[in-house]
């Protein structure tokens, strides 16, 4: 039975913008989903605020429906995809950016829906929680003035992340290209900034949601590291892999690597579709 790889999205995307992937993962012949976590997608809030002409003022008190949404939810919401993809043959389960820590607690929770599992340039946290890491000397290079510049909302005010991606400002439109599509033209960025929904839920996991090595641990995994990407630097990257390998030693990571920032490889994707076939066969 061929395969079905399972596309889990990162923070303030959705399956939107796994379109292109997906096309060519069919022109090789695999089966591929692209998975809306909850309040993503259709599921989202777009505040009247956020439409043209802006009310910033408004938008920084409008409620979100992402409000309250937890790891726990995102993880469900998979496994309940998972549970329904098995019965057509194996499952390769990929995660990109913060949908990495998604994958990382379904696998721990049920990895017998899980026959492969890859992180693209994901967060795989053993040692430390996801946000302890951005605090470590990998993560120096990463410049967060540029997400904190399209701030739209205090997170203690609305209970979630909120962001204005749809910002005309020049300093912020300049700062958020650098650190996630550098390598791709204005157009192509100002394309996939437009895919983007406003808000994120808060919960990025807990120790408890680390890498476990009886049930993660026994899983095939891959990690495609993305060369060019300012948003994870490949220290940070290339520690997770390590960390991974040490906590499983008889079971390390297959390791690939793609010339790319956080977000080209889904813009120009038959590269990856031509690492997530190989990896899918194997």
């Not at 039975?1 to 379109?19: D, E, I, K, R, Y």
């Not at 890859?118 to 890491?133: I, K, T």
């Not at 641990?217 to 990407?229: H, I, K, M, N, Q």
């Not at 080209?264 to 994707?269: A, E, G, H, K, T």
């Amino acid at each position: 039975m061929s395969p079905t790889v399972v596309l889990v999205h990162g923070a303030f995307a959705n399956s939107f913008s796994f379109a292109p992937l997906q096309a060519e993962l069919a022109l090789r012949g695999l089966r591929s989903l692209a998975v809306d976590l909850p309040g993503h997608g259709f599921a989202a809030t777009y505040p009247l605020e956020y439409q043209a002409p802006q009310d910033l003022p408004g938008l920084a008190t409008a409620p979100g429906a992402i409000k309250g949404v937890t790891l726990a939810d995102n993880a469900a919401h998979v496994i309940a995809v998972l549970e329904r993809a098995k019965e057509h043959g194996p499952v390769v389960l990929v995660g990109h950016s913060r949908g990495g820590v998604t994958v990382t607690a379904v696998a721990n929770a049920r990895p017998d829906l899980v026959d492969r599992l890859v992180y693209v340039s994901a967060w795989a946290p053993v040692d430390l929680d996801v946000g302890d890491y951005y605090a470590e000397p990998e993560m120096a290079t990463f410049d967060a003035t540029a997400v904190a510049g399209a701030a739209a909302a205090n997170p203690a005010d609305v209970g979630l992340l909120r962001c204005n991606f749809r910002t005309a400002d020049p300093d912020v439109l300049a700062g958020l290209k650098a650190a996630f599509l550098a390598d791709g033209t204005d157009d192509e960025f100002r394309a996939f900034l437009n895919t983007f929904q406003p808000d994120e839920n808060l919960d990025a996991g807990t120790p408890d949601d680390r890498a476990q090595a009886a049930t993660w641990g026994t899983l095939p995994r891959a990690y495609v590291r993305l060369s060019e990407d300012a948003s994870m630097p490949l220290a940070m990257q290339d520690r997770l892999i390590r960390e991974g390998d040490a906590l499983t030693p008889g079971n390390p990571y297959v390791v690939r690597t793609l010339a790319s920032s956080h977000l080209s490889w889904l813009v120009r994707p038959a590269p990856a579709a031509d690492v997530l076939a190989e990896l899918a066969a194997r």
